[in-house]
Nanobody, 113 residues
Framework: QVQLVESGGGLVQPGGSLRLSCAAS????????MRWYRQAPGKERELVAS????????NYAESVKGRFTISRDNAKNTMYLQINNLIPEDTAVYYC??????WGQGTQVTVSS
C-alpha cells in the first residue's frame, strides 16, 4: 500500500521541541523529493520545508528558518522535521508530501501554555 504516515505531534509548551516523522511505504522513497507543509485553523496550507531525494539540499520558509530542520533517512524510508523553540504560531496540522505522488494524513501540533 502506497502511503505516508506522520507521527510525533502533540501538545507542547512555548519554547519546547518536537520531532515529527513521516514514514513512507509502498514506493521508492529515495526517488522522491519530500516536503513538510502545515495548515493552521482558518488558514491556507503553507510549505515550511523541503528536501531533495538524497537529502543533500534543503529549503525553508522564512518564518521557520533557524528553528526547523528537515532531514531524511532513505534506509529507513522516513523523513523528519525537528522543531525547536516552538511558538503558538506553529500550531497547525503538519503534513508530509512526496512531491508529485501523495500526501500523508497529518499530525496535530499544538503550542500552548
Amino acid at each position: 500500500q502506497v502511503q505516508l504516515v506522520e507521527s510525533g505531534g502533540g501538545l507542547v509548551q512555548p519554547g519546547g521541541s518536537l520531532r515529527l516523522s513521516c514514514a513512507a511505504s509502498g514506493f521508492r522513497f529515495s526517488y522522491y523529493a519530500m516536503r513538510w507543509y502545515r495548515q493552521a485553523p482558518g488558514k491556507e496550507r503553507e510549505l515550511v520545508a523541503s528536501i531533495n531525494n538524497s537529502g543533500g539540499s534543503t529549503n525553508y520558509a522564512e518564518s521557520v528558518k533557524g528553528r526547523f530542520t528537515i532531514s531524511r533517512d532513505n534506509a529507513k524510508n522516513t523523513m523528519y522535521l525537528q522543531i525547536n523553540n516552538l511558538i503558538p504560531e506553529d500550531t497547525a496540522v503538519y503534513y508530509c508530501f512526496a512531491v508529485g505522488l501523495l500526501w500523508g494524513q497529518g499530525t496535530q501540533v499544538t503550542v500552548s501554555s
